[in-house]
């Protein structure tokens, strides 16, 4: 027998939305690394050695999409395309601030645990 009380409206959880936002593998360092400021594609893609150019190139229009970062393509030969973060990409870096201080804690929790 269903108990109604516990039915899970995965629209009445406020933080449905940003789970698309964190979610993808590289999305929360690249936030990190355009927190420091303005970069081009190759500048991020030598900081993430571990990223393909497909991938990195996914993340970033996601970010875009969701409005975290800003590209800005310059007229020139060749192109240049610099990317920043948004005022709502700004508005996450308490979030991602609290998330490294939690990660940085964890990280010596779980060192003593296992000592």
């Known amino acids: 027998m ?5 039915e899970i409206d995965i629209t009445q ?8 936002v964190i979610s993808g593998k590289w999305n929360m360092v690249i ?3 355009l927190s420091q400021g303005v970069m081009r594609f190759g ?3 030598r900081k993430l050695p571990g990223v393909t150019q497909a991938a990195l190139t996914k993340q970033l229009r996601l970010l875009e999409e969701y409005k975290m970062v800003h ?3 310059y007229k020139q030969v060749p192109p240049k395309v610099e990317y920043s973060l948004t005022e709502t990409g700004i508005k996450f870096l ?6 490294e201080e ?3 804690e964890y990280q010596v929790l779980e060192s003593s645990a296992l000592s």
């Open 31 to 33: 936030i990190y690394f």
């Open 102 to 104: 939690w990660a940085t």
């Open 13 to 20: 959880c406020p933080i449905a939305p940003v789970q698309k």
């Open 94 to 99: 308490p979030v991602l601030t609290a998330l």
């Open 43 to 45: 500048e991020l893609q």
């Open 71 to 73: 590209r800005e393509i």
């Open 2 to 6: 269903k108990n109604e009380n516990y």
